[in-house]
């Protein structure tokens, strides 16, 4: 069992760790010759791939990060998260979700620090990133203090929290069928949590393109990574709380979203009833759909909500990190308003339609290279910020 599993594993970092120790052996060698650019044509939209990643470039960045730099202060802590991450997967499949979405958050804010993970936010003020709007609806928190507790026993103090929010996003998306991509270390982690820009700044389901696309340019995204990083909705269930108003009231017209296909409304209806409708004790079933304090089964708890794969039951292709969350775009079946936003500007239905029209294979390297680009956000490097013991608390001075 245990082996099948770890196969994928073999085989993904044979390919793409190994142009990573070339390159290490010529730390200021220019892009070598393992890339290769392949151009594909959809219409009259080009991308360009390039595959596999430009480790050189990467490695010196700008961000200080290293590749494997527990090498020496800890060299069990990557396998220690892989392993620690594949074990909760097998019980919880809506990790992978879970924990891109966590990851999404704390680099949006202020860089991938593990700000999102702290309990107050440093200053004496109750309002933490973790308590603001956006975050009622996140949750593995839970999963990240316990395998931060496993790295902790091997290796006390020395692997942040935000290192290890970013190996387990890597690794969990990895299992649920997404791309490999590399993840570099030494990441320190923030002195406090920032609330404000919490609410503010992290895209919202009902924000319209022009939003959406301000929103990640802010953070140096362009509108073909935005349309890539998207993609991570290809896995995990959309909330029924994210839907409702656009189901019912939507702009408080007290009407749905005219542009929702009427077959597709009385779908989303069906599995969203109007939270208006129905009693007390049902409406706390539905705000429980995403939150973090329960067990997070994708069988019981997580009922209630939709994904994308049921959204386009029909054309699925059965596999998880494909194209169908692109292919629902087209027929206008986006379960939020800020996905099928997307196709309300050309560029970006350009490259919806682009990603919609091959095997996956262009999403999927693009998702890894945006991926990469997240994961190395306004990362805290060398003195910068502190390593957490418990990632809910900061150390104080
Ligand atoms: C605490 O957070 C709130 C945000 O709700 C903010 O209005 C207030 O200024 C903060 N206070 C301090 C001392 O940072
Ligand atoms: C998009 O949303 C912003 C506010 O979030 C609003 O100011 C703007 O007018 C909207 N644009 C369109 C085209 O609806
Ligand atoms: C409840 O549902 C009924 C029929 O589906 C509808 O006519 C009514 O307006 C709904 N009430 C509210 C408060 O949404
Ligand atoms: C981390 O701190 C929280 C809050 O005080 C506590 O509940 C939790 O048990 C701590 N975790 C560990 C591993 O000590
Ligand atoms: C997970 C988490 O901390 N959720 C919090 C989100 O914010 C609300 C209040 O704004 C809190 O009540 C939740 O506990």
Known sequence: MRSCFFNPWVVVSLV????????????RGEPENTITQTTTSFGNVKLANTFPFQFNQRIRDGSNLEYDFYRDTCPQAEDIVRSAVTDIYFDHRDLS???LRLFFHDCFIQGCDASLLLEDNGGGNSSSEKQAIPNQTLKGFDKIDMIKEEVEQACPGVVSCADILALAARDSVLL??????PVLTGRRDSHQSFFEDATDQIPKPDDNITRTLHLFNLRGFSARETVSLLGGHNIGRIGCDFIQQRLYDFQ?????????????????????????????SSTDKLSTTFTISKPTNVHHSNKKGMSYMEALSAVSSGASFDTHYYQSLLRGRGLLFADQQLMAEERTARLVSAYASDDGS?????FARVMLKLS?????????????LNCTQHISS
Request: neutral net charge; charged residues 15%; hydrophobic residues 30%.
């Open 376 to 388: 190395n956000l306004d990362v805290l490097t060398g003195n910068q910020g502190q390593v957490r």
């Open 252 to 280: 408080g017209t007290g009407q749905p979203d005219p542009s929702i296909p009427l077959d597709f409304l009385s779908q989303m209806r069906q599995n969203c009833p109007d939270n208006k409708n129905i009693s007390s």
């Open 176 to 181: 649920a069928g997404g791309p490999f991509y």
């Open 16 to 27: 793409l760790v190994l142009p990573v120790l070339l390159s290490l052996r010529n730390p």
């Open 362 to 366: 262009t999403f999927r390297m693009d």
């Open 97 to 99: 979700p879970s924990l």
